[in-house]
């Protein structure tokens, strides 16, 4: 009988179930994976593309605020509208064809940006001499930002064609190829302080390199 009942507990014993010990802690993160490489840049609206193919004029300014402070910028006006009258070429005579340029150095497709030029030129060549005179006239406005993010607008109407406006001006590497539409031009002058909209002298290089159309 004492080997039953030392039987008898073992079968107790062995069929009993201890209770489930508490979680472990959790293991380390592992190390982020490696990036992945970056797509490939889209292509600009087809907006922006018909906006910008007919070149541009870049002006190099040097001046002062209206607060008295002097700048520096570089505007690039290289928005062209639609409407090919605002790249043209009007050739009156022999000697002399009115370009009309028209730019912005914005590009909005659903409204007309503040920031534009007007420029209008006439080189009259003198056949005989070889020397060419440029009648030149242009409308500025531009907002221009500072380095303390502050602004002023520039608002400039420039010309030389009955009197002139502006001192110290030059003209050279024009060219015009009527079979491609190309224009090119450099330019400089000063806007002296008693017509710039700042109050103080400002002087200006300008590059003009545009497409312009000859109407029928």
Do not use: H
Not at 25 to 52: H, L, M, W, Y
Not at 148 to 166: A, H, I, V
């Amino acid at each position: 009988m004492l080997f039953a009942g030392v039987f008898s507990a073992m079968m107790v014993l062995n069929g009993c179930k201890g209770k489930d010990g508490d979680p472990g802690p959790a293991g380390k993160d592992g190390t982020n994976g490696i990036d992945g490489t970056n797509g490939t840049n889209g292509k600009n609206g087809v907006g922006f593309e018909e906006a910008t193919k007919l070149g541009n004029i870049i002006l190099y300014l040097d001046g002062t605020t209206p607060l008295g402070d002097p700048f520096k910028d570089t505007l690039d006006f290289k928005f062209a509208s639609g409407d090919l009258s605002r790249s043209s070429a009007d050739v009156t005579n022999l000697n002399a064809i009115n370009f009309y340029v028209q730019r912005w150095l914005t590009f909005d497709s659903e409204s007309i940006p503040d920031d534009n030029i007007n420029l209008y030129s006439q080189p009259w060549v003198d056949v005989e001499l070889g020397d060419t005179t440029y009648y030149f006239s242009c409308n500025l406005r531009a907002n221009i930002a500072t380095t303390d993010y502050k602004y002023f607008t520039l608002n400039e109407n420039l010309y030389n064609t009955d009197g002139s406006n502006f001192t110290n001006q030059s003209f050279d590497g024009y060219k015009y190829d009527a079979s491609k539409g190309t224009l090119y031009f450099r330019f400089s002058l000063t806007i002296p302080a008693n017509q710039s909209s700042t109050g103080y002298d400002i002087d200006v290089d300008g590059v003009v390199n545009v497409i312009v159309y000859q109407p029928d």
